[in-house]
């Protein structure tokens, strides 16, 4: 049986690059992962239908996160007010329900001062936010950097047990041994 965890990204479109790559590392995390039993399964706005919904289509985005294991945020010049409600969404859920864990990225890398404008005021809010909540960031210079701090992140949760690996069927499990007392030593299964 697999264990799934599902990962939700959420960033604005100017890191199209980043989450691809994400993803990428994701899929390879997974060929090494699925033969003992763990599977990340990484849901992606851009993987919904684009359709007319039936209510927003945002609305189906926070449905899902609500849904997920991990919620993972990456920044770069701007909060986008989707990406926000996707946090808040998130938050939400995780105070109510101790999940999804969340973790936020925010990108540490040169910029052309031309292309700024008034959405970089968001992200000084955002992140004054985050601290107000007593949540602690993580900065990644390039994609390399995101990708080895997520895969350190996922070492923890494995090293928690919030993911958890399958046992290898014909692997046969060392006996356990009781002490009864000083001089008996009883093995048990």
């Not at 404008?117 to 390399?144: M, P, R």
Request: glycine fraction near 4%; charged fraction near 25%; hydrophobic fraction near 40%.
């Amino acid at each position: 049986m697999i264990n799934k965890k599902k990962i939700f990204l959420a960033s604005s479109s100017e890191l199209a690059d980043d989450r691809r790559q994400f993803e990428i590392f994701l899929n390879r995390k997974n060929k090494s992962w699925v033969n003992q039993g763990v599977f990340l399964e990484l849901v992606l706005w851009e993987d919904f239908l684009d359709a007319v919904s039936q209510t927003r289509l945002q609305d189906e985005y926070n449905q899902t996160i609500r849904d997920c294991d991990l919620f993972v945020m990456l920044f770069f010049t701007k909060v986008g007010t989707y990406t926000e409600e996707e946090f808040e969404t998130a938050f939400g859920q995780f105070k109510t329900t101790n999940k999804p864990f969340i973790f936020t990225y925010f990108k540490d890398a040169p910029i052309s001062t031309g292309a700024l404008d008034d959405a970089v005021l968001s992200l000084l809010q955002f992140k004054k936010k985050l601290s107000t909540l007593g949540h602690f960031y993580t900065v990644y210079k390039n994609v390399e950097d995101l990708q080895l701090k997520f895969d350190q992140q996922l070492d923890k949760l494995v090293a928690t047990g919030f993911i958890e690996f399958k046992r290898d069927a014909g692997e046969a499990s060392a006996p356990t041994i009781h002490i009864s007392d000083s001089k008996n030593v009883v093995a048990g299964s």
